[in-house]
């Protein structure tokens, strides 16, 4: 099948959110580590991360998480290559000491100067990705970044039938990132639960739909 691959601007996507920060993400190794895949479901819907961390109720996979999995799966026994990048990192584990976060990054790209993070997805939103698929990634580019030192400067979402979004990124993504974490750091201090998604089609396939709207 062709291969189409779409650059889009991060501020076409966050343009109309506000980019706030506060200072509630510094280190603070009291509080837990963060991980891509929660800042990936928290875009998705705030009450996953009460669940998750807090109420520390365990999901039911649902029919598309397994779906995905065996997508992931497959992506990691071929090798992506790109001859241009001087070191290929797949499926690695790194951490961000300063902002306390981490990922299991499906590919980072490393350059020269800079490196690049790649995110396999099955479900595409072509040619802008979902916000939280963008996120997650940017996450675990900036986990790489910390310890590769090498600042991240474009991300990339794969998809299924060889659609790619390149995003090039511009200083405003760390803000974005630093108000997120501070949101999520925020309901974990707090004990917070948030308010459910007002899109209830969300609930159906979400992993926690019994115990959050089923009683
Ligand atoms: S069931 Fe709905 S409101 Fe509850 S955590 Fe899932 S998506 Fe959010």
């Known amino acids: 099948m062709k291969s189409s691959k779409k650059s889009i601007r991060l501020d076409k996507i966050f343009n109309s959110e506000s980019t706030t ?6 280190t603070n190794t009291a509080q837990p580590t963060i991980y891509a895949e ?20 365990h999901g039911h996979s649902t029919y598309l998480m397994e779906k995905g999995t065996t997508y992931h799966n497959q992506r ?9 990048a001087i070191q290929v990192y797949h499926n690695r584990y790194f951490y961000h000491e300063d902002y306390n976060i981490a990922a299991r990054v ?16 099955r479900f595409y939103h072509f040619p802008s990705p979902f916000k939280s698929h963008i996120i997650q990634c940017i996450v675990g580019g900036l986990a790489a970044e ?13 998809y299924y039938q060889g659609k790619r979004s390149q995003i090039n990124l511009q200083s405003e993504y760390r803000k974005k990132i630093i108000e997120i974490l501070a949101e999520m750091r925020e309901i974990l ?11 209830s089609k969300k609930c159906e396939v979400c992993e926690y739909y019994k115990i959050c709207r089923n009683g």
Do not use: G, M
């Open 21 to 26: 920060s506060n200072n509630l993400c510094k």
């Open 38 to 57: 929660e800042f990936r479901q928290h875009l998705y819907c705030k009450r996953i991360l009460y669940w998750r961390r807090i109420a520390k109720v």
């Open 76 to 84: 990691e026994k071929s090798t992506y290559v790109r001859s241009d």
């Open 106 to 121: 499906d590919t980072i790209l490393e350059y020269e100067d800079h490196i690049s993070a790649v995110e396999y997805k």
């Open 146 to 158: 910390f310890e590769l030192d090498k600042p991240l400067t474009s991300i990339e979402i794969q």
């Open 189 to 199: 201090t707090q004990q917070i639960l948030p308010l459910p998604v007002k899109n």
